[in-house]
């Protein structure tokens, strides 16, 4: 799979182009920057069918709209996190405003996705795995052997559980399930570097007790 990380935005959130067949693409979370993801689509001759949100913070919608309106792109995101994409209070983009050049652009079309839902574009299936904590409607996208966390699972840590409508305990939950899952995956997540879980199940504090558990 081939599969373009750019960093956006302030906060350089990842947006992960990945291309789901000849010519053909979606985008996981675009969270500021939009030209960047407009001119990169013109460069490479790519078609945006699909934009796939991980949650609703404005480091990774804040671009949406604006790529969305360029595109065409069905934009799809759980139905717990929907309230966020029209809203720069609940987005926590009012509170961190002062990282951004540009104002709140609310998405104004977008479906509502839910636990266990099948995205189909190309040739690739994306599996949606709820995994609330850090937001109530955070999901991971599930292909292949690649699982794209968003702000729940990153390299030796994992999202914060101290904004409005975070929960600790939904987390640890979220994590478990992550845990659970058969196999390795590459992990893709919201910010700084890739990973595997296999790795994140031996090393990452917050996921290797459920290891020690079992022994």
Known sequence: MNIKTLHLGALNANCYIVQTAPQQCIAVD????????????????LKLTKILLTHGHFDHMSG???VRKATGAEVYIH??????????DASLFSSMSFLSAS???????YKTI????????????FRVL??????????????DDIIFSGDTLFCCSIGRTDFPKSDSQQM??????LYNLEGD?????????????????????????YGEKND
């Open 30 to 45: 675009i969270g500021g920057t939009p030209r960047m993801v407009i001119e990169y689509l013109k460069m490479t001759g």
């Open 64 to 66: 949406v709209e604006e």
């Open 79 to 88: 139905e717990n996190d929907a309230f966020m994409l029209e809203s720069a």
């Open 103 to 109: 104002p709140f652009m609310p998405v104004k079309e």
């Open 114 to 125: 839910h636990d266990e839902d099948e995205i189909q574009d190309g040739d690739y299936i």
């Open 130 to 143: 709820h995994t609330p904590g850090h937001t109530p409607g955070g999901v991971c996208y599930i292909t």
């Open 172 to 177: 640890l939950m979220s994590l478990q399930k």
């Open 185 to 209: 995956y590459k992990v893709f997540a919201g910010h700084n570097e890739t990973t595997t879980l296999d790795y994140e199940r031996k090393n990452n504090p917050h996921m290797k007790k």
